[in-house]
Each structure stands twice: as C-alpha cells, then as structure tokens.
C-alpha cells in the first residue's frame, strides 16, 4: 500500500452535475497531484497543488478545480460534468515541488457519468 | 474491476522467460523517468525509474535502459511471473516540475 487514500471509490453522477473527489495523502508529502485515466489509456496530468497553491496545469478546462489543506490533503472538483469525464480520477502524492522524487498513486476514484 | 488494458499493446510471455517491454518518449528535454505498474482497480505502482544522466539502472529482476539519442526506454524483467501481469506505463518528466506524461502502456499477460 502507497498510503495514499482516495474517496470514495466508486460514483455515479449525472451529466451537469458537480462532483467532489478526495484524497490524503502520504505522511509527509506536500505535493498532490490529480490524474485521468480514460479506459485503456494511461493517466493525464489535470494538475498538482503545492503547499496549498495549484503549481501547474494541465489541459483541462477551468471546470476542473482543485483544492489543497494544510494537512496537505486534496479535493478535486468538477462542475458542470460530462459524459466524457467518466474516468478513472488519480491522485499521487509527493514530497517535494520540484526535483526528481517518487510520486504515490492512490487506488483512484471511479467516476461514472450518465 | 474495471480493466486498464483495453485496446493497448499486449505482450504474451511464457512464466520464468524474460520480458522487454518498450516505450518511445516524445519530449527531448525530459531529464527523470519511471517505469509504472498498473493492475487491474488499482493506480499506478512505481517500478523503478532512471535519470537522463544514465543509461541502465538494475533493480530486484527488472533493469531501464535508456537511449537518449533514439529517445528509447526498456523495461527488462527477468524470470517473469505470473504476479507480473499487468499493464506497464513509462513515463517522463522534465525540470523537475512534478507532472508526470505517461506513455501509451503495455499489457504483460504472464503464460503459466
């Protein structure tokens, strides 16, 4: 086990409707970062929180927010959902900005929209 | 659970064989990769991972090779088991930014 936790584990919400997803992560890291992972494909960067500020982006449309606390645990939000946002939703943890550390996956979150 | 290998590339390898599983980067200024383990329900597990600095690293069976100049990855796994099939991911990252791009991924199925 990574010793980061993603919750919940399963949901299915309706197309316009918003979702939060969360994670904590590992004792220690400060750096949490969010994925998608689309069936059969691997994981896309969505972005990464830093000490509590977003420290880059990646493609995705400002519907995708995020959220980091002091103790480092995250929440990811999406608005308005679509169809095409059924995915897997990972989080990893880290425990630096920069440099080259290991990243911790979570198990994920499996978002289903109808 | 829900399957991560759908429509990828699949390598078949019969158990206690050896297995290479390859992978292409696209981003020439990527100095840090990892290879990922990826089970069925599961993230993504860190295997090992190479800094452009080098060209091989070894681990517990498995050993990256990396070729900069055809911008190359390998994942070599010795005495392959059962326990090892999965889906495998490369991925890179550059300036020591934490975002990690992932490649396409590998099925490994393990043949007892």
């Known amino acids: 086990e990574t010793g980061v936790t993603q919750s919940p584990t399963h949901l299915i919400k309706t197309r316009g409707q918003q979702v939060t997803l969360r994670c904590s992560s590992q004792?220690?890291?400060?750096?949490v970062s969010w994925y998608q992972q689309a069936l059969g494909q691997g994981p896309q960067f969505i972005f990464q929180?830093?000490?509590?500020?977003?420290?880059g982006r990646g493609n995705f449309p400002p519907r995708f927010s995020g959220l980091q606390f002091p103790n480092y645990s995250s929440e990811l939000n999406v608005n308005a959902l679509e169809l095409d946002d059924s995915a897997l939703y990972l989080c990893?943890?880290?425990?630096?900005?920069?440099?080259?550390?290991?990243?911790?996956f979570g198990q994920g979150t499996r978002l289903t929209v109808v | 659970g829900e399957s991560v290998g759908l429509h990828l590339p699949t390598l078949s390898v019969q158990e206690g064989d050896n297995s290479i599983i390859n992978c292409a980067y696209s981003?020439?200024?990527?100095?840090?990769f990892i290879w990922y383990k990826q089970e069925s329900g599961k993230g993504p597990q860190f295997i090992i991972d190479?800094?452009?600095?080098?060209d091989k690293r070894q681990g517990q069976r498995v050993t990256v090779l990396l070729n900069k100049t055809v911008k190359h990855l390998s994942l070599q796994i010795a005495a392959t088991q059962p326990g090892d099939s999965a889906v495998y991911f490369c991925?890179?990252?550059?300036?020591?930014?934490?975002?990690?791009?992932f490649g396409t991924g590998t099925k490994l199925q393990v043949i007892p």
């Open positions: 990893a943890s880290s425990l630096a900005k920069g440099g080259n550390t290991e990243a911790f």
């Open positions: 004792s220690g890291h400060n750096t």
């Open positions: 929180y830093y000490r509590e500020e977003e420290n």
């Open positions: 981003n020439s200024a990527s100095d840090y």
């Open positions: 190479i800094r452009s600095n080098m």
């Open positions: 991925a890179e990252k550059s300036g020591g930014y934490q975002k990690v791009t």
